[in-house]
T-cell receptor, first 112, second 109 residues
Framework: ETGVTQTPRHLVMGMTNKKSLKCEQHLGHNAMYWYKQSAKKPLELMFVYSLEERVENNSVPSRFSPECPNSSHLFLHLHTLQPEDSALYLC???????????FGNGTRLTVT | GQNIDQPTEMTATEGAIVQINCTYQTSGFNGLFWYQQHAGEAPTFLSYNVLDGLEEKGRFSSFLSRSKGYSYLLLKELQMKDSASYLCAVREDTDKLIFGTGTRLQVFP
């Protein structure tokens, strides 16, 4: 149990589908993050939320849409994805923006 | 621009000591983190350095030299379970943590 739970663990979707990734943290943290991890590439920061306000949008295509309804939950809505979007999507939380991150186990996404 | 360099792969023997280096060039610096990631699992936090010097935590130590843009992670008394990827990350600004590509360490008996 990492304290950060992501669902689903695996997702296969077509390019015309709409799906959502869910993240929940049980640590009482105030900041939440989405990262993308592709093979042989560094973890790429996608979005940062602090106290439910988005503080970073790292030039991510609009086919990825984050939602943070409260400090414990974070969603990533996906639509009309491309095959190159296939990757491991990691959610993380931290007490504040300066503290270490606690990661979930990720959602392995395959776009066909 | 921003750049974080680590060796891609390293191998070592059980019981030995291994040092994983990380060099960075970033526009700002608010601390350096090391994470461990086993295959198919979440990265887990190992250490944090914001001032120059050595931070020791059990079998793991991390060193930072801000003037040289350099850090290393030292793993002592290696165990088979230490086989994993080790990620170096620099907090460039308050809300931006930049990761290196990671060093895959294989420990052999």
């Amino acid at each position: 149990e990492t304290g950060v739970t992501q669902t689903p663990r695996h997702l296969v979707m077509g390019m015309t589908n709409k799906k959502s990734l869910k993240c929940e943290q049980h640590l009482g943290h105030n900041a939440m993050y989405w990262y993308k991890q592709s093979a042989k590439k560094p973890l790429e920061l996608m979005f940062v939320y602090s106290l439910e306000e988005r503080v970073e949008n790292n030039s991510v295509p609009s086919r990825f849409s984050p939602e943070c309804p409260n400090s414990s939950h974070l969603f990533l809505h996906l639509h009309t994805l491309q095959p190159e979007d296939s990757a491991l999507y990691l959610c993380a939380s931290s007490q504040d923006l300066l503290s270490p991150l606690h990661f979930g186990n990720g959602t392995r996404l395959t776009v066909t | 621009g921003q750049n974080i360099d680590q060796p891609t792969e390293m191998t070592a023997t059980e019981g030995a000591i291994v040092q994983i280096n990380c060099t960075y060039q970033t526009s700002g610096f608010n601390g350096l983190f090391w994470y461990q990631q086993h295959a198919g699992e979440a990265p887990t936090f190992l250490s944090y350095n914001v001032l120059d010097g050595l931070e020791e935590k059990g079998r793991f130590s991390s060193f930072l030299s801000r003037s040289k843009g350099y850090s290393y992670l030292l793993l002592k008394e290696l165990q088979m379970k230490d086989s994993a990827s080790y990620l170096c990350a620099v907090r460039e600004d308050t809300d931006k943590l930049i990761f290196g590509t990671g060093t895959r360490l294989q420990v052999f008996p």
